[in-house]
Structure formats: C-alpha cells, structure tokens
C-alpha cells in the first residue's frame, strides 16, 4: 500500500532518533512491503520508515542501478572510506530541494534482513551514498543537515 511521505525540514517525526526495531514479524514485513511500494510510486531510490510517519529503524534501497529494492533493519555503518566525493541530493521529504553533499564513497553496514539475519555489506557509490542518506533519516538528520551553507537550491514543486 502506497502512504504519504511525511514532509517537512522541521517535521518533529523527521527529526527524532528512532528506536532500534525489534524481532522481523508480519508487521515488519508489511511495514517494508508499504515502503517499498511508497518509494517506487514516488519515484524513489531509497526511503526510511520515519519518511512514512513510522519511527523505527528500518530503511528500503533500490540496488543494482536501481532494478532491484533491498530492506535493511536496524542498520549501522561500522565502516566507511576516508575517500569522499560531493554529489547532489535531494530526498522525498523535501520536495524542490537539492543541494551538494559529501558522502563516503564506500561504508561497510550491518543490518537484519527481511528474513531475521544479521548481515553485513560493503556498499560502493551510488548505493553507499543511499545507505548514508537513509541511515542519517533513521537518525534525525536531513540531507539539508550536510549541505554547506548558501548552497542549498529550491526549486517551486506543483501541487499533485
């Protein structure tokens, strides 16, 4: 099922830290499933439970050039490179805006699939910079947080 993403640089649901999710139940899987279908239908390429009024540390990406969507519960970076790069972001909580940001270009993440396992990864690129964002969303933090100052560009957004 398709829910609004919340909106809202100051939105309190935004901006609180959310609690660790526990166990991976039917709850938990419609909660991914909903998700997931939020972010394809607003055309995006990562979101965070937070972004669907939930708090709870839970994210969905899209992997593999975006053809393929990948859950990760209670995700954590334990590593990331010293290389970094600065690359435009935006994000579905703050329609219009867009801004430079500079991310890790590879974090090493351990999270709990849609199964119950503990897993961890190496992302690189593009995906790793998905895993910053939306671990930052299961933080409080914006992308808006990371974008220097007098760079940050808004454009007007139609009404749907």
């Known amino acids: 099922m398709v829910i609004d993403i919340t909106k809202g640089e100051n939105n309190p649901i935004l901006r609180k830290k959310s609690p660790k999710h526990g166990k991976v139940t039917k ?8 998700m997931e279908d939020s ?3 607003t055309k995006g390429v990562g979101i965070a439970a937070p972004q669907i009024g939930v708090n709870t540390c839970v994210v969905h990406i ?3 050039d975006g053809r393929d969507t990948f859950p990760m519960i ?3 970076i334990l590593e990331r490179s010293e290389e970094t790069e600065v690359e435009t972001e935006g994000c579905l909580s703050l329609p219009g805006k867009w801004g430079p940001v500079e991310r890790s270009i590879w974090v090493k993440a351990k999270f709990t699939n849609d199964k119950g396992e503990e897993r961890v990864m190496r992302f690189e690129g593009f ?13 409080g933090l914006l992308f808006v947080d990371h974008v220097p100052k007098g760079k940050l560009k808004i454009e007007s957004v139609e009404a749907e």
């Open 27 to 34: 709850k938990t899987l419609k909660l991914l499933k909903d």
């Open 39 to 41: 972010m394809i239908a």
């Open 62 to 64: 899209t992997v593999n």
């Open 74 to 76: 209670n995700p954590e």
């Open 127 to 139: 995906e790793a910079r998905i895993v910053q964002h939306e671990v930052d969303h299961i933080n």
